[in-house]
């Protein structure tokens, strides 16, 4: 080992150990460098040549290289802006303008060399005006691009696409033919603008103009505490969207369609498991049965309803979260869920049958000392030999069955009470049970697909108002809810009472910290009840909205309730499994969702604890 601190006396001693060293240049510098073609030039197996921009169309309305970066051609792009003097330039344009105001009055020119000159005389008056009314000042601007691959013909190809990409925003290129030595130099961060190329692509732009050459516009999304989604299709950055950043987005809402095996269902597990690192609390609606393994692999809770499970739910609970701190009216509150619930089974009713229901439904809780007072919801008990007032459990609360004998003791009702029968006797009576779940957990998956296609909705219904009153419990909590086939609640198989239940979680959850997922793969019933009047509502209250591969006949449904462009309902249609376009905001972003194989593992249930 060299000790550095013995000096080297001599000038050849210093050259000799220098001579032997090796230095960071040395660790950045290539194998080799072919220059032997006028065409391009070969660095260590990889093919470069630069375009070079030596024109622009006069006026710009857009971004100039917004198109070229949001490809994924393999490019790199100089920009080189150099600053003259304002003084100077002033001076020389009253100069130029004064001759050709001269030029102008001598009438033995041709035609066209009057135009030329009119045109030029105009130009020099514009700039000059904005330089000294504007403050403006001008500016030399400089364009290099320089496209490399490792295979010639794959070169070609993306010099040919970036040349037509180029034109079709008025740009004109010119290859770099025996100068793609000085024109990659000038394009590696040495900040060296080589002058055997600047000569040729040097042209003056107002400081006003300067904005069209602004570089950092990729259509990416990257919010600082987001979570990772997935890759830009276009130019593979990054997404990551921090859905509950309520100073960017409205609300922390998201809709995802998509048909079967469009990726959808895989998409939102990704966004449970993400969210679940977080710590925030999420309640998810399954009837599918599609979210068991994951629950179990991220020691969720799974309640199930339906024939052969042991666990209950009751309609009927009013719990302490169903109305908020403060607030009163918990009767009021759990008989407008309950007026949506019945009409699930008894199908749209008219006002007086309403009433009539509503009555009953009143009559049932007073039969249980309880009323619109909300103290009698309180009960005292003895603890320890201390009185003590809490609020009623599931056990002091009516069920199915009493409001089935109090339906049976008038005429009027006679019919509902029919209709209840299967609740009560028959192959639902699972649905007349006092309460026996606890939820302390922070991810809970309702299953409620024993149920079965006919009676699913019933199940759903439940376990939203359940999820509902636990999401209002604390407005400091983070939490989310997704309620997949969403239809189900909101399309022509619904009623506007449940409908409406569903847009109000929509459109007031943001308060309370939390985020609402719609998810569906029938966009035809989500917009079917009501004109589509809820399928839109939720739709305008979701700030993210994902589209996976739809059909034709959904994407045109869609655009009656989005603002997609032609050119994006033509890739929504096109894009593959995995593949979506989203709306994030304002922004509207081809992504290509991707996971770990780890992730994918315990999304699949095949993690085996490794």
Not at 146 to 174: F, H
Not at 379 to 398: A, R
Not at 417 to 439: A, D, V
């Amino acid at each position: 080992m060299l000790n550095t601190k013995n000096k080297i006396n001599t000038k050849k001693e210093n050259i000799e150990f220098y001579e032997g060293a090796f230095t960071d240049i040395d660790y950045i510098s290539p194998s080799y460098i072919n220059l032997n073609n006028p065409k391009y030039i070969e660095i260590d197996n990889t093919y470069y040549s630069t375009l070079l921009i030596v024109n622009y169309y006069k006026e710009q309305t857009d971004l100039l290289l917004k198109a070229l970066i949001d490809t994924n051609i393999n490019m790199n792009i100089s920009i080189f802006y150099e600053k003259k003097d304002s003084y100077k330039i002033i001076r020389d344009l009253t100069y130029h303008i004064g001759n050709i105001g001269v030029d102008l009055q001598i009438t033995n020119q041709n035609r066209q060399d009057i135009d030329i000159a009119a045109f030029t005389y105009n130009d020099a008056k514009y700039i000059r005006r904005e330089m000294q009314v504007n403050n403006e000042e001008l500016y030399f601007l400089y364009i290099y691009l320089n496209i490399y691959s490792n295979d010639l013909k794959e070169l070609e190809y993306l010099l040919n696409k970036v040349e037509g990409i180029a034109q079709s925003k008025g740009m004109q290129t010119r290859r770099a033919y025996f100068r793609q030595e000085q024109a990659y130099l000038s394009c590696i961060p040495t900040m060296d603008n080589n002058a055997d190329v600047k000569e040729v692509t040097k042209r003056n732009v107002l400081t006003s103009g300067l904005i069209a050459t602004y570089p950092f516009i990729s259509s990416s999304i990257f919010d600082e505490n987001g979570i990772f989604i997935g890759t830009n299709i276009y130019n593979n950055s990054l997404v990551f969207i921090d859905r509950y950043n309520t100073e960017k987005y409205k609300n922390a809402n998201i809709c995802i369609f998509g048909t079967s095996g469009a990726g959808k269902s895989y998409y939102t597990k990704l966004l449970i498991l993400r969210n679940r690192l977080l710590g925030i609390e999420q309640y998810i609606v399954d009837p599918d049965r599609e979210y068991t393994n994951l629950c179990e692999e991220l020691g969720g809770t799974l309640l199930q309803i339906g024939p052969t499970s042991n666990t209950f739910l009751n309609i009927f609970d009013i719990r302490k979260e169903s109305v908020e701190e403060n607030d009163s009216g918990y009767l009021a509150t759990k008989i407008g869920e309950l007026i949506g619930f019945f009409n699930l089974i008894f199908g749209e009713l008219d006002e007086e049958e309403k009433a009539i229901l509503e009555e009953k439904i009143i009559e049932c809780y007073k039969e249980k000392n309880i009323t619109f007072d909300d103290n009698s919801l309180y009960k005292e008990i003895i603890e320890n030999n201390i009185p003590k007032v809490i609020f009623k459990t599931s056990e002091d609360m009516p069920i199915l069955e009493d409001l089935y004998n109090i339906l049976d003791k008038d005429i009027r009702t006679k019919k509902l009470k029919i209709k209840l029968i299967p609740f009560i006797k028959g192959s639902l009576k699972f649905f007349n049970n006092k309460t026996n779940i606890k939820i302390d957990n922070k991810l809970i998956v309702a299953d409620v697909y024993e149920l079965g296609e006919e009676n699913l909705k019933y199940g759903m219904y439940i376990f939203t108002i359940l999820f509902w009153d636990k999401i209002k419990l604390n407005r400091n909590e983070k939490k989310a809810i997704y309620l997949d086939e969403i239809w189900r609640l909101i399309g022509v198989t619904s009623n506007k009472y449940v409908a409406s239940f569903i847009y109000k979680i929509f459109k007031t959850i943001r308060k309370y910290g939390g985020s609402a997922v719609a998810i569906t793969q029938d966009i035809s019933d989500l917009f079917s009840l009501e004109n589509g009047t809820y399928g839109k509502s939720i739709l305008n209250n979701s700030s993210i909205k994902t589209f996976f591969s739809l059909e034709e006949e959904n994407i045109k449904i869609l655009s009656e309730y989005t603002n997609l462009s032609e050119k994006e309902k033509i890739e929504i249609k096109s894009l593959k499994r995995g593949e979506s376009l989203m709306f994030v905001g304002d922004d509207h972003i081809l992504t290509k969702i991707e996971s770990d194989e780890f992730e994918r593992k315990i999304i699949s249930g095949n993690n085996n604890g490794n």
